[in-house]
């Protein structure tokens, strides 16, 4: 499933489509970007959380994205990451918290008071999932990421900065190994597999969809919400 990026009603309802289309066996992944730009962020977090929660072990894998990141890298040094994670859509998810921004030059002693007003209204639990997210999941020769991949590399040798933020190379040059990328972070009109990659974000905050690929042995699919 592509970035949802705070619509939480856009993945209520392809969760739902979802539910009519996907066999027992299959594994729901989700490519990371929850927060930011979109109004709901605090509502997707808590609905994926709960997903990956009450299925049942591996059957939901959420993966980090570098808005996640962004989030954690405040909570980590809130003067000298905050002013760039609300330029980018953290407003948004500090106003779905009830919490308001802060100017650029605002003191650290301001950029820390919010930090832990954020962290309370975030509450541990999700502090410590949002931690733990992963940044890859394959299957065979199918292989999930947020961002992208260095196409010059096996999988297993990929860094996790690679795979949340990209690589200047992935929408350039194909890879040789047979792995097909699905991944999100860059915004399609269409969802279409284009050399070795099949991408899934069509812009849920600006445009209102929110696509998924339903992936298996020679067939692939897509649905949006």
Do not use: K
Not at 45 to 72: D, F, K, S, W, Y
């Amino acid at each position: 499933m592509g970035d949802i990026h705070g619509c939480d009603a856009l993945l209520a309802r392809l969760l739902e489509r979802l539910r009519e289309r996907m066999p027992p066996e299959a594994r729901l992944v989700l490519v990371g970007d929850y927060i930011d730009r979109g109004e709901q962020s605090h509502e997707a977090l808590l609905r994926i959380h709960a997903l990956q929660q009450e299925a049942p072990e591996g059957a939901v894998t959420c993966l980090r994205g570098n808005h996640e990141q962004m989030l954690l890298d405040v909570l980590d040094r809130p003067a000298r990451n905050g002013p760039r994670w609300l330029r980018y859509g953290g407003l948004q998810t500090l106003a779905s918290f009830g919490l308001r921004g802060l100017p650029e030059t605002a003191s650290e002693a301001q950029w820390e008071d919010l930090r832990d007003r954020l962290r309370a209204a975030l509450g541990p639990d999700l502090e410590m999932w949002l931690r733990a997210l992963p940044t890859l999941w394959q299957s065979g020769n199918v292989a999930v990421v947020h961002a992208g991949a260095d196409p010059a590399l096996p999988m297993s040798a990929q860094s996790a900065e690679v795979l949340t933020w990209g690589h200047e190379a992935f929408v350039r040059v194909p890879r040789r190994d047979g792995v097909w990328i699905v991944h999100g972070h860059t915004i399609v009109e269409e969802t279409r597999p284009v050399l070795g990659r099949i991408p899934v974000d069509t812009g849920a905050y600006a445009t209102g969809r929110l696509s998924c690929a339903l992936v298996a042995p020679n067939q692939l699919e897509f649905l949006q919400a």
